[in-house]
C-alpha cells in the first residue's frame, strides 16, 4: 500500500515556479515523525538528492545544483512535507520522489540508499 504521495508535478516555463508536496497516507501517518528527503531521477540518470529536513525541522540540506532556488519545509502536525522550486531550469526537469528515512537524525544524509520509503513519484518538466 502506498505511504506516501507526491503531488503539484507539472509543465513550467523556465523561470518559473511549482509547489511538490508530500502526504503521508493514512496506514503511513507515523512517517512523517521521521527524517524525510527529496530526490529525483532525469531519464538516464541515477536518481540524486535534492533536499532533506530532519524530523525535528532543525536542519535541512540541499544540492548544490538547487541550493538558493528550492526550499524545503515540513508541517508534522499535517502529515506533509513541500518542496517550493522557484527559478526553475531546464535541468531541474525529473521525476521527483519524496522519501522517508526512519531515524531521527540532527543532520541530513544524502545517499538513495539510506532512505527506507519512497512515495510514487511526480513528473516535473520544465521547457526552456
Known amino acids: 500500500q502506498v505511504q506516501l504521495v507526491e503531488s503539484g508535478g507539472g509543465l513550467v516555463q523556465a523561470g518559473g515556479s511549482l509547489r511538490l508536496s508530500c502526504a503521508t497516507s493514512?496506514?503511513?501517518?507515523?512517517?512523517?515523525?521521521?527524517?524525510m528527503g527529496w530526490f529525483r531521477q532525469a531519464p538516464g540518470k541515477d536518481r540524486e538528492f535534492v533536499a532533506g529536513i530532519t524530523w525535528s525541522n532543525t536542519s535541512t540540506h540541499y544540492a548544490d545544483s538547487v541550493k538558493g532556488r528550492f526550499t524545503i519545509s515540513r508541517d508534522n502536525a499535517k502529515n506533509t512535507m513541500a518542496l517550493q522550486m522557484n527559478g526553475l531550469i531546464p535541468e531541474d526537469t525529473a521525476v521527483y520522489y519524496c522519501?522517508?528515512?526512519?531515524?531521527?537524525?540532527?543532520?541530513?544524509?544524502?545517499?538513495?540508499?539510506?532512505?527506507?520509503?519512497w512515495g510514487q513519484g511526480t513528473q516535473v518538466t520544465v521547457s526552456s
Open positions: 522519501a522517508v528515512r526512519l531515524t531521527q537524525s540532527t543532520v541530513v544524509v544524502t545517499s538513495t540508499t539510506l532512505y527506507h520509503v
Open positions: 493514512r496506514r503511513g501517518r507515523a512517517l512523517i515523525n521521521y527524517d
